[in-house]
Antibody, heavy 118, light 111 residues
């Protein structure tokens, strides 16, 4: 059974940094691309970033490009999202997702809440 | 502004059918047969119910079906049940920039 467990969320001031982690199990981690998707309070889903199985190629939404960095440690079956220069509009539940060949998610974690506020 | 357009809400009585549309462009929905649909209950993570436009993952009831015509994909729930009351999101592969796009979500209400 695929399991994805996010951690690292919390309250952070505008301009601050935070690193999210996603521990994966139940599948061969290195063979799957992974993504981060977020959902602002009361709003819809927004794709944030993705990385290939090797981690060699990364993709970002325009809204986070240059501020967020996705990475993975395949020896630890863990996905990361380094978030810098955080803004109020980054406030959201961040979901880690295992993705299909077309990069659309098929399995989701339970999410971790990031609140950017002074 | 979400890249894919969905109606904000649809409603139906138990046993009826409802259809949710998802309109994109020639760069995403219209370009590839890579459209997924998700069901989300309040406070819960989304769940995949349709992938590759028409395919249902194991365990998803066959009252959920997907289709596509041109730049518009659709999700139909046949024989609506009380437990189908949830938010539904479409998602499509966008090529490279952006890689993936979501719809704004549709709230399904069972009357």
């Amino acid at each position: 059974e695929v399991q994805l467990l996010e951690s690292g969320g919390g309250l952070i001031q505008p301009g601050g940094s935070l690193r999210l982690s996603c521990a994966a199990s139940g599948f061969t981690f290195i063979t799957y691309a992974m993504s981060w998707v977020r959902q602002a309070p009361g709003k819809g889903l927004e794709w944030v970033s993705a990385t290939t199985g090797s981690g060699a190629t990364t993709y970002y939404a325009d809204s986070v490009k240059g501020r967020f960095t996705i990475s993975r440690d395949n020896s630890k079956n863990t996905l990361y999202l380094q978030m810098n220069s955080l803004r109020a509009e980054d406030t959201a539940v961040y979901y880690c997702a295992k993705v299909r060949n077309d990069y659309t998610p098929d399995n989701w974690g339970q999410g971790t809440l990031v609140t950017v506020s002074s | 502004q979400p890249a894919l357009t969905q109606p904000r809400s649809v409603a139906g009585s138990p046993g009826q059918s409802v259809t949710i549309s998802c309109t994109g462009s020639r760069s995403d929905v219209g370009a590839y047969n890579y459209v997924s649909w998700y069901q989300q209950y309040p406070g819960k993570a989304p769940k995949l119910i349709i992938h590759d436009v028409i395919e249902r993952p194991s365990g998803v009831p066959d009252r959920f079906s997907g289709s596509k015509s041109g730049n518009t994909a659709s999700l139909t729930i046949s024989g609506l049940q009380v437990e189908d009351e949830a938010d539904y999101y479409c998602c499509a592969y966008g090529g490279r920039f952006p890689l993936v796009v979501f719809g704004g979500g549709t709230k399904v209400t069972v009357l």
